[in-house]
């Protein structure tokens, strides 16, 4: 093995393997000894929402897996922990609405497989309305506890600088959207590609006792309940036209982080910052992560606001607020002055201001096979955003699947992928072979939608023979489709 891949440290959490005394603090503990293992390992790289999803479904087949993190031996530029599954963006898992929403379709499918992030995204749920969010920094630490505590999990803390060793005859590279230059660049070598990329901006967090609470006031959009049964989830602040129009000025003039490779990267449409948007049109953001629709300002109901900023609770302890869709490439120096125009955030204390990273992906639909292993080189899979899916659900979806589809190759097992007519199947078919120009050129991320599932027939008409409005026929087919879902993967699993 070469010295730049060799094993740093095989760690396990505080004492959770024979041989190790549980210290008292949360420390890292060396692996003195494991169960006996009838098969070899599989490795698992990135420990991410992605990976740790795959290492969970891995090992819950009784097959070892080794999850190779490199935090903290080589840190990014987002994370500041060392754990598992961390959050570096929002810390909504979005909708949980099976019945109305596919990403609440996607929650439901996981759910039903064993998810570890699922699991431990609702045991650390904060109020968010419809959507279920999560305490970021209880969230990872469960995913992290949960996975170490487990006797076929092993974390190798290490930077895998290249391709894996060639005796790693099962390997499932989750790297995600900050994967180390070394390792992206033997994946582009191999595969002959490009570099594809685009960049992903984070969104600031501001302390709750900052926010002038006499301004802003606490409701969900349509008074809509979330997971957790609150239906004031988030904090609004409300700008009248006059100062709309001077927040935009304002975002169009401030000084933007530079790129020396910018020209030839895009963005992701679901994820742009903020004053990208607002240069696509000085309405766009009233269209869009400011629009006022389903808010009444209680401390005047009266009076329609023009715009509307919101923030959602970003930890337990409802200390720390994110802006929504304020993802951002300002400067620093230029963030706090700029947001805090904002009505309701005169005075506010950020606890992070917000940055820009550069994700990474693969042409998938040319590259993957319908397992998620490449083509040029089948002993490697890969999962997560790496593989050309957007958002912290798609990405452990993707990595649900290939722990599961590693597994079963381990065990000698055959798994077809699930039925397209799943959120699962829906995701990995686009990714594998339902782009429509095969991935020849304008493969982009996407997010799981009802565009990627086959369309139902729905009753047009209720039992009173009365033709059904647009409302109506959307709200059917969307439960129709989520039911025929659930159906087949309770089929897909029995199978």
């Excluded at 505590?149 to 803390?157: E, G, I, K």
């Amino acid at each position: 093995m070469e010295p730049a891949i060799r094993p740093v440290l095989r760690t396990l959490f505080w004492g959770v393997t024979r041989g190790v005394a549980r210290p008292h603090s949360r420390s890292w503990a060396i692996v003195a000894s494991k169960p006996r293992m009838t098969h070899s390992p599989i490795h698992v790289i990135g420990g991410g929402l992605a990976g740790s999803e795959a290492a969970w479904q891995i090992a819950q087949a009784g097959v070892p897996v080794v999850i190779h993190e490199m935090r903290p031996v080589r840190q990014t530029d987002a994370h500041q922990t060392q754990n598992l599954a961390e959050l570096v963006c929002s810390n909504s898992f979005r909708s949980d609405d099976w019945t109305g929403n596919a990403v609440g379709l996607l929650h439901a499918e996981m759910r039903k497989l064993g998810s570890i992030i699922m699991s431990c995204g609702d045991a650390h749920q904060v109020p968010a309305g419809g959507a279920l969010a999560v305490d970021r920094d209880g969230f990872s630490l469960a995913v992290t506890e949960r996975l170490l505590s487990h006797p076929l999990v092993t974390l190798a803390r290490e930077e895998v600088a290249g391709l894996p060793p060639a005796d790693w005859d099962n390997v499932i590279v989750s790297t995600g959207p900050l994967t180390s230059p070394a390792l992206a660049q033997a994946v582009l070598d191999l595969t002959g590609e490009g570099q594809l990329a685009f960049f992903d901006a984070i969104a600031p967090i501001v302390n709750f006792e900052s926010i002038n609470m006499d301004v802003a006031w606490r409701q969900s959009r349509y008074d809509k309940e979330g997971p957790g049964g609150d239906a004031a989830a988030y904090i609004n602040c409300p700008l009248d036209k006059d100062q709309y129009e001077a927040f935009i000025d304002a975002l169009l003039a401030g000084p933007k982080t530079e790129f020396k490779d910018w020209e030839n990267v895009p963005y992701f449409d679901g994820c742009l910052p903020i004053e990208v948007m607002a240069e696509r049109g000085r309405e766009t953001l009233r269209h869009g992560p400011m629009k006022p629709v389903g808010l009444t300002n209680e401390h005047n109901p009266q009076e329609k606001a023009y715009a509307i900023v919101q923030l959602r609770q970003d930890n337990a302890l409802g200390t720390l607020w994110n802006m929504v869709g304020f993802q951002t490439k300002l400067k620093h120096g230029a963030q706090s002055d700029i947001f805090r125009m904002i009505p309701g955030l005169e005075k506010a204390v950020f606890a992070r201001l917000g940055g820009l990273h550069r994700n990474t992906f693969l042409n998938s639909p040319r590259l993957l096979d319908g397992q998620l292993r490449l083509k040029a080189q089948p002993r490697l899979r890969f999962a997560g955003q790496v593989t050309g899916v957007e958002g912290y659900i798609e990405s452990a979806a993707v990595g649900l699947l290939a722990g599961r589809f590693a597994a079963a190759e381990r065990l000698g097992q055959a798994l077809t992928p699930p039925p397209a007519t799943t959120a699962l199947g829906g995701l990995i078919g686009h990714i594998t072979g339902g782009h429509l120009d095969g991935g020849k050129g304008s493969f982009q991320p996407m997010n799981i939608n009802y565009g990627l599932l086959p369309p139902v027939e729905v009753i047009k008409r209720d039992e009173a023979g009365r033709r059904l409005g647009a409302k109506e026929k959307s709200r059917n087919k969307k439960l129709a489709v989520g039911e025929r879902a659930l159906a087949d993967l309770a089929a897909w699993v029995e199978a």
